[in-house]
């Protein structure tokens, strides 16, 4: 007989339940998260013949070792759980034990609504590695960023208005050289001139107009230890966000090398005009992965990517709703995509433009925009051929009535 499990996984420690093909319970479990403890895990789910275990992520450390022991795992979304609940108590409670036994259930009455993981390959799970740490590290930048600006707001306004990017590299020098009004007292169109020169500048403005940009900027009234405070809370902004920029810079080289020695790397790489969106090209690789398997159809990858709407039906009532449940990252890198193929694309300004014509707003156009191209895409991927606009029927017949 084929034995169930569900895991409710922890910090600390995890709650594994084992469930007969009836629904017996046959075993209920804390489990330390240590290595003694997931190997005892293993050890006994392989005793009590485990072929199926149910928990609520896709990913982990746990979800490594039951795969590696040969164990089908189960990922259920937290919103399914949550619904499943109802079915399983009256009295309103929730614990550990009881999440682990609806997941174990689930897995025994429910696989004709779930589906088992299938893992990607290493090279596209290091590209995820990668293309999220990058994220991360790009959402710390812009916290940082913003908390430098404020900084500069409060006692020096116009170090902030001299450079467009304050965390560019050539405002981060600046503001190390200059990080207060009393460093810059001295500063004149000759001295700031120089200091562009040493750093490479290539923007279009020039000293003059930089130093204007300073000096029109109003005044802050601090005083003294305020401003030498705020002084030092620059420099170690100035210094955080130096480390991160230079660490996102690597990230990104990183990135270009590793999408370009996977599989499906070209295919990807083809769908953007500019060499530089490599990072997006990457994000679509990691996020869709590399299993054909799992988006059998192109309607699985358009809900996955959140750019189809969510059918409400009542009565007479009939709505399209926008839809939450889906992959965040591939959705707003699809998003990516479809912003900017419209800008050179002419069957991609088209969608656009009669989506707007019909009274959509922007976010709206460019998800129906975003769920064409996921058709495209969806055929690319599993055909295992690049972006070709000749072969692309609807653009080239676009192309034919426009002469």
Same mark, same amino acid.
């Given at each position: 007989?084929?034995?169930?499990?569900?895991?409710?996984?922890?910090?600390?420690?995890?709650?594994?339940?084992? !469930?007969?093909?009836?629904?017996?319970?046959?075993?209920?479990?804390?489990?330390?998260?240590?290595?003694?403890?997931?190997?005892?895990?293993?050890?006994?789910?392989?005793?009590?013949?485990?072929?199926?275990?149910?928990?609520?992520?896709?990913?982990? @450390?746990?979800?490594?070792?039951?795969?590696?022991?040969?164990?089908?795992?189960?990922?259920?979304?937290?919103?399914?759980?949550?619904?499943?609940?109802?079915?399983?108590?009256?009295?309103?409670?929730?614990?550990?034990?009881?999440?682990?036994?609806?997941?174990?259930?689930?897995?025994?009455?429910?696989?004709?609504?779930? %589906?088992?993981?299938?893992?990607?390959?290493?090279?596209?799970?290091?590209?995820?590695?990668?293309?999220?740490?990058?994220?991360?590290?790009?959402?710390?930048?812009?916290?940082? &960023?913003?908390?430098?600006?404020?900084?500069?707001? &409060?006692?020096?306004?116009?170090?902030?208005?001299?450079?467009?990017?304050?965390? =560019?590299?050539?405002?981060?020098?600046?503001?190390?050289?200059?990080?207060?009004?009393?460093?810059?007292?001295?500063?004149?169109?000759?001295?700031?001139?120089?200091?562009?020169? %040493?750093?490479?500048?290539?923007?279009?403005?020039?000293? =003059?107009?930089?130093?204007?940009?300073? %000096?029109?900027?109003?005044?802050?009234?601090?005083?003294?230890?305020?401003?030498?405070?705020?002084?030092?809370?620059?420099?170690?902004?100035?210094?955080?966000?130096?480390?991160?920029?230079?660490? #996102?810079?690597? @990230?990104?080289?990183? #990135?270009?090398?590793?999408?370009?020695?996977?599989?499906?790397?070209?295919?990807?790489?083809?769908?953007?005009?500019?060499?530089?969106?490599?990072?997006?090209?990457?994000?679509?690789?990691?996020? #869709?992965?590399?299993?054909?398997?799992?988006?059998?159809?192109?309607?699985?990858?358009?809900?996955?990517?959140?750019?189809?709407?969510?059918?409400?039906?009542?009565?007479?009532?009939?709505?399209?709703?926008?839809?939450?449940?889906?992959?965040?990252?591939?959705?707003?890198?699809?998003? !990516? @995509?479809?912003?900017?193929?419209?800008?050179?694309?002419?069957?991609?300004?088209?969608?656009? &433009?009669?989506?707007?014509?019909?009274?959509?707003?922007?976010?709206?156009?460019?998800?129906? @925009?975003? %769920?064409?191209?996921?058709?495209?895409?969806?055929?690319?991927?599993?055909?295992?051929?690049?972006?070709?606009?000749?072969?692309?029927?609807?653009?080239?017949?676009?192309?034919?009535?426009?002469?």
């Amino acid at each position: 007989m084929q034995h169930m499990a569900g895991i409710d996984l922890g910090n600390e420690e995890h709650r594994f339940v084992v !469930v007969d093909g009836d629904g017996v319970q046959l075993e209920q479990r804390r489990i330390i998260h240590s290595e003694d403890g997931l190997q005892l895990l293993v050890r006994r789910l392989l005793g009590l013949a485990v072929v199926r275990v149910a928990l609520e992520r896709p990913n982990g @450390l746990v979800v490594d070792r039951l795969l590696e022991a040969g164990i089908a795992v189960v990922p259920v979304h937290p919103n399914q759980l949550a619904a499943a609940r109802e079915r399983y108590r009256s009295g309103g409670g929730k614990s550990d034990g009881f999440d682990a036994y609806v997941l174990a259930e689930l897995a025994r009455t429910d696989m004709h609504r779930l %589906r088992v993981l299938e893992p990607d390959g290493d090279e596209t799970r290091a590209l995820r590695a990668l293309t999220r740490a990058r994220e991360d590290l790009v959402g710390q930048r812009v916290a940082l &960023a913003n908390q430098l600006r404020a900084q500069l707001e &409060a006692f020096w306004p116009g170090a902030s208005r001299v450079f467009k990017e304050i965390d =560019s590299p050539i405002a981060l020098a600046f503001l190390e050289r200059y990080p207060s009004p009393i460093d810059a007292r001295g500063l004149g169109e000759k001295r700031l001139a120089g200091f562009l020169a %040493r750093h490479g500048y290539c923007g279009r403005k020039g000293a =003059s107009e930089l130093l204007a940009r300073l %000096r029109l900027a109003p005044e802050g009234r601090t005083g003294e230890l305020e401003a030498e405070a705020r002084r030092e809370i620059v420099l170690g902004l100035v210094a955080a966000l130096r480390a991160i920029v230079e660490q #996102i810079k690597l @990230l990104t080289s990183q #990135i270009r090398g590793a999408i370009d020695a996977h599989p499906d790397g070209q295919i990807f790489r083809s769908l953007f005009r500019d060499p530089r969106s490599v990072v997006t090209a990457a994000e679509l690789v990691a996020e #869709i992965g590399d299993r054909r398997e799992r988006y059998d159809t192109r309607a699985r990858l358009e809900a996955r990517a959140g750019h189809c709407p969510v059918a409400i039906e009542s009565g007479k009532k009939k709505v399209a709703s926008f839809r939450w449940a889906c992959n965040r990252r591939l959705r707003d890198a699809i998003a !990516v @995509l479809a912003d900017n193929s419209r800008k050179h694309n002419p069957w991609a300004q088209k969608i656009y &433009a009669d989506a707007i014509a019909r009274g959509c707003n922007h976010p709206h156009a460019i998800r129906i @925009l975003g %769920r064409a191209w996921l058709r495209v895409i969806w055929r690319l991927w599993h055909d295992r051929t690049p972006y070709d606009p000749s072969r692309h029927g609807s653009l080239t017949r676009l192309l034919a009535v426009e002469g």
